[in-house]
């Protein structure tokens, strides 16, 4: 495995961790071993809990209502992508193959984004605008419902 498809898997692993809000993950291939963890979104809840209780004091409410616009804001810019269909989610052509995108890609209107099988028949989602993929918020194999957001693209 060349330094390039570690890379992609690794960002891959690290988008799993933020949208699933596991802890950790490890993968073992047959001459790499990959784990990431995620120490930085237990602090982050915490915090944004904090900040919720200490909203009546001006002070510490004013400080954590600035860095938490602009996490609110991330959610609601964007361009939601929505699933046309019920089906699995793939999110590359075959298991082997390298993702159609990745968090922090570019894409332009019209480009692959996904995959959604329904009846063994494999859907092409393509993206609806030019922009950077935000958010992809399925997992390989994760069923999708009907008009589900499947990826945010900014």
Request: with cysteine.
């Amino acid at each position: 495995m060349d330094i390039k498809e570690l890379k992609d898997v690794a960002l891959e692993l690290m988008d799993a961790l933020r949208t699933s809000g596991l802890g950790e993950v490890e993968l073992e291939l047959d001459d790499a071993k990959i784990k990431i963890k995620s120490a930085p979104p237990a602090p982050v809840v915490a915090a944004a809990a904090a900040p919720a209780a200490a909203a009546p004091s001006a002070p510490a409410s004013g400080a954590a209502e600035q860095p938490a616009a602009p996490a609110a804001d991330v959610h609601v810019t964007g361009t939601e992508v929505k699933s046309p269909l019920v089906g699995t989610f793939y999110s590359a052509p075959s298991p082997d193959a390298p993702p159609f995108v990745l968090v922090g890609q570019k894409v332009k209107e019209g480009d692959t984004l996904f995959i959604i099988e329904a009846m063994k028949t494999m859907n092409e989602i393509k993206s609806p605008c030019d922009g950077t993929v935000a958010r992809i918020l399925a997992q390989p194999g994760d069923m999708v419902e009907y008009n589900q957001t499947v990826a945010i693209i900014e």
